[in-house]
């Protein structure tokens, strides 16, 4: 079956930085787009990132352009979120997310990391 782990998550300062990680499983990494969103506390799931499948084009949200960067690794079956210049508001639970392009939809997704920024 198919499984998206997520790690790198934890406790931080508002500066600082972390890289998320998110190993695919299950799935031919290389046909699937891939996405990270994130939820806080009592709001909705957000969008943050989406990087193609072949060319490897990036779409960030615009709460993160400039300081998140997605890229992956298809050797690997990884995605990755480098995280900079982290806020307080950064604050919430990373999911990554498989995309299949025919649909848009995202189909499979990861159980989550909790990311805390402490100002």
């Known amino acids: 079956q198919v499984q998206l782990v997520e790690s790198g998550g934890g406790l931080v300062q508002a500066g600082d930085s972390l890289r998320l990680s998110c190993a695919a499983s299950g799935l031919t990494f290389s046909n699937y787009a891939m996405g990270w969103f994130r939820q806080a506390p009592g709001k909705e799931r957000e969008f943050v990132a989406r990087i193609s499948q072949h060319d490897f084009s990036t779409y960030p949200a615009d709460s993160v352009k400039g300081r998140f960067t997605i890229s992956r690794d298809n050797a690997k079956n990884t995605v990755y979120l480098q995280m900079n210049s982290l806020k307080p508001e950064d604050t919430a639970i990373y999911y990554c997310?498989?995309?299949?392009?025919?649909?848009?939809?995202?189909?499979?997704w990861g159980q989550g990391t909790q990311v805390t920024v402490s100002s």
């Open positions: 997310a498989a995309q299949i392009l025919a649909t848009r939809n995202y189909p499979y």
